[in-house]
């Protein structure tokens, strides 16, 4: 097809992917699955970090990701640890049963 | 016709996004994690196709080895089926699927005005940014103070998960009656 791979390419991969993560968190009601559709997202940028940092030359895009997914470790552990409590309080991990706040 | 670097990408790419669409649309939350592990090597490996060679073994150490064997261990203690998930109607899939595809429509349009770099990307990457000497040099002088505050942000996080997920000594007693 190609023979050269431009950064569009890269832009493009990471927005499809980004776009299948939000469709992921929209249309599923299971914590967990939508948990990991915004590590997908996550997954989508931290590529698109990389593809940058590697056009440029750039190593301060590199950093970034190091801490984008330093932070997306500690938010899963704790987000974790919500949807365990939670399902030990309601015994579901459904969102919709997760209403008590709704007026 | 095509080169192998390119090859490799456009294969890396169709992995990664037929086993995205497989983790969101997967019966059974077990399959939506071996997917997205799936997924997350393929990124891997397009990390090693532009030379982030560290990034690369730390998104395999710290995603696919930790954090999804983390989402592995809460879906097997919540002892989740496959069957138990109560499915949005038709109208909220078809409206989220409206949502994120007009994102994806917006993003392409603006694309096409934009003016990008015309230089190809050199794939395999030869520019020596992503190895480790280098990164560590930028790390720990440039960054270091974030790189001190993450830390801080680790431990935050550990402690909060232990307290979370620490049982209530009345629950516990609830549950076992002792007396």
């Known amino acids: 097809m190609f023979k050269d791979i431009f950064i569009d390419h890269y832009i493009y991969l990471s927005l499809v992917l980004f776009c299948i993560g939000i469709v992921g968190v929209l249309t599923r009601k299971n914590a967990i699955i939508i948990f990991m559709s915004v590590e997908l997202m996550l ?3 931290n590529l698109l970090l990389v593809a940058f940092s590697s056009m440029f030359a750039d190593a301060s895009g590199q950093v970034f990701v190091f801490f984008t997914m330093t932070v997306a470790a500690a938010e899963v552990a704790v987000g974790l640890a919500i949807i365990v409590m939670i399902y030990r309080n309601t015994r579901s991990i459904d969102i919709g049963d997760a209403n008590k706040l709704k007026w | 016709m095509m080169s192998v670097p ?4 456009f294969f890396l790419a169709f992995v990664s996004i037929f086993c995205g669409i497989l983790v969101i649309t997967s019966k059974n939350p077990v399959y939506s994690c071996l997917y997205l592990v799936i997924t997350m090597f393929a990124i891997a490996s397009n990390y090693v196709l532009l030379n982030a ?6 998104q395999i150490i710290v995603y696919a080895g930790a954090i999804m064997v983390l989402f592995l261990f809460t879906i ?3 002892n989740l089926n ?3 998930e109560v499915h949005k109607s038709l109208l909220f899939k078809f409206l989220g699927a409206i949502g994120g595809g007009s994102l994806l429509l917006i993003v392409v349009a603006a694309m096409k005005k934009s003016e990008l770099s015309a230089a190809p990307m050199i794939l395999p990457n ?3 940014t992503g190895m480790i000497q280098n990164l560590g040099q930028v790390l720990f002088t440039e960054y270091v103070f974030p790189f001190e505050i993450i830390s ?4 935050t996080a550990l402690i909060g998960a232990v307290v979370l997920a620490k049982k ?5 007693e609830e549950t076992n009656p002792t007396h």
């Open chain 2, 152 to 155: 801080i942000l680790i431990i």
């Open chain 2, 6 to 9: 390119s090859a490799i990408f």
């Open chain 2, 76 to 78: 097997m203690l919540l």
């Open chain 2, 53 to 58: 060679q560290f990034l690369a073994v730390v």
């Open chain 2, 168 to 172: 209530d000594v009345k629950i516990i």
């Open chain 1, 43 to 45: 997954n989508s940028v």
């Open chain 2, 126 to 128: 030869t520019n020596q």
């Open chain 2, 82 to 84: 496959s069957n138990s």
